[in-house]
């Protein structure tokens, strides 16, 4: 079923996040050298493997992305991976997150990111950190004079269904 079908219907679909720390990315344990990744773990080893997903993991707005999710995680007294796991498991349409931990240290900790909730301002602002670039045609919904009088006449149109975000947001 369609996600707009299901919403229609009242129903929920969920996602299930594999990696929802970008292998590691997103733990706060590497340090950027350039865009290279440096620190103890697996990551700075598989980066150069000439694995495509790895060329892509590593790139200056997602070290940006990680720069923002240490400082907010420095705010609220958290590790990264706590935040940065609370975050996408309070997203809506996410029904569970697949972890891999090598450690039961490791794994205790990412646990501890259900022991929180994250102010909303902080929330929102890994949202704007996070949010994909729109590319051709989503940009078409980005400013409300392309949004409602270039591509409706004047009638408004919305990017995703009310119903996508949740209450309030």
Do not use: C
Request: glycine letters at 8%.
């Amino acid at each position: 079923m369609s996600e707009a079908r299901a919403g229609r219907a009242g129903a929920r679909v969920r996602d299930r996040l594999l990696s929802p720390l970008a292998s590691g990315l997103l733990s706060g344990k590497y340090r950027r050298e350039g865009v290279a990744a440096r620190g103890e773990g697996r990551l700075p080893a598989v980066s150069s493997s000439g694995n495509p997903a790895f060329e892509k993991l590593l790139t200056e707005r997602n070290w940006s992305i990680v720069e923002g999710l240490i400082d907010v995680a420095r705010q609220v007294e958290r590790t990264p991976a706590q935040v940065a796991l609370n975050w996408i498991a309070t997203r809506p349409g996410v029904g569970a997150t697949i972890i891999g931990a090598t450690k039961p240290s490791q794994l205790a900790d990412n646990l501890r990111a259900l022991e929180f909730s994250l102010p909303t301002d902080l929330s929102a602002r890994l949202e704007r950190l996070s949010r994909p670039e729109l590319v051709h045609p989503y940009h078409f919904f980005e400013t409300d004079f392309l949004r409602t009088d270039l591509m409706s006449a004047g009638i408004p149109v919305r990017a995703e269904p009310p119903w996508f975000r949740g209450p309030g947001r």
